[in-house]
């Protein structure tokens, strides 16, 4: 019996004998369970290689993510040191220390 054929059933019996709550939570679960099954077909993940590309891109996006936050860093440290460089110039500017190459 597929779950289409499940839902009519279930629906029928509501309407003859009256729903109660538990023909309501069997109507909804059916439902629930068809529909999601027809969104992840519908996205192309209902084949059985869909977990490995599942697990492929969740490893490109944390991939993704490391190389963004390493890239941050690096550009933070090196901003950091131009910026020492720049105090230390100054301040050698201000000793007259590049006077002594003269």
Partial sequence: MT??????RLIAQASNEGTDLVTLR???EEA????AGRAV???????DSAQDDI???????????????????AAIEWAVRGVLAL??????????????FK
């Fill in 41 to 47: 077909a519908r996205l192309g993940l209902a084949d």
């Fill in 55 to 73: 697990d492929e891109l969740r490893e490109l996006l944390q991939a993704w993510r490391d190389a963004k936050s390493s890239a941050w860093k």
């Fill in 87 to 100: 105090l230390l110039l100054g301040i050698a500017v201000r000793l007259g220390v590049l006077g002594i």
């Fill in 3 to 8: 779950r289409e054929d499940m839902i009519a």
């Fill in 26 to 28: 069997a109507i909804v």
């Fill in 32 to 35: 629930s369970e068809l529909g």
